[in-house]
């Protein structure tokens, strides 16, 4: 059985998942982490319940969601796992921060490439990848069908659905990723967003006001 820890990071309240079943071998999706205190609260966190970090995703490339890329790499000697669509954004990460005034060590570290419909496999489950654009180009939802959840980044959340209007945005193109790839699940898959609190596919079908069915 798989466990979802869910850790906020950074000015912009973005969620990291920690992922992992019984073996102890986990999944770091969309590391946060501003600064050395962030970082060591991760670190805490892993070592705590003795976990072995084998993967790093990141649902798209966004600075909110891959400032802690390089201690993750760093500290776990892992790769990069992305779309290809979204190597732009990373490899642009350090001149995007800036808009913010955030200043964050260039991102480096090998990179994995993911397509839609691979399985990402951690001990003894796995995650299938779902490739979403709409949001940004390069974006992908995490589904367990076995745990019935879902990782959305920032293509969906509770009552509301990512941004299209940061470059590569496309509001078309996200509402058919969310009914082709998302409202095709049962309507018991918890959903777990990038910002925000957990909701579920039937809640959003009913609730959510930019794409209620």
């Known amino acids: 059985m798989i466990t979802v820890e869910k850790l906020v990071f950074n000015p912009f309240q973005e969620n990291t998942y920690i992922v992992y079943d019984e ?14 205190y962030e970082e060591g609260q991760l670190h805490r966190f892993i070592s705590s319940f003795d976990l072995k970090p084998v993967c790093l995703i990141n649902t798209h490339c966004h600075i909110d969601h891959i400032l802690g890329n390089n201690f993750i790499v760093n500290k776990y000697d892992l790769q990069q796992c992305i779309h290809k ?3 732009n954004f990373l490899r642009d990460a350090h001149n995007h921060a800036k808009i913010y005034g955030i200043h964050p060590d260039p991102v480096n570290g090998p990179v994995r490439f993911l397509e839609d419909g691979d399985l990402v496999e951690f001990g003894q489950s796995s995650l299938q990848v779902l490739y979403t654009p709409g949001h940004a180009d390069g974006s992908v939802c995490l589904l367990s069908k ?35 790839k998302l409202f095709v699940l049962d309507d018991d898959f918890t959903v777990y967003p990038g910002h925000g609190p957990e909701t579920s596919i039937g809640y959003e079908k009913v609730n959510n006001p930019f794409i209620r069915i």
């Open 85 to 87: 669509a979204g190597l």
């Open 23 to 36: 073996t102890k071998e986990c999944i770091v999706v969309d590391p946060g982490c501003y600064d050395s």
């Open 146 to 180: 076995n745990d019935r959840f879902v990782i959305t980044g920032d293509v969906l959340f509770r009552d509301s659905i990512g941004r299209t209007d940061f470059p590569t945005g496309d509001f078309d193109l996200l509402m058919q990723s969310i009914h082709d």
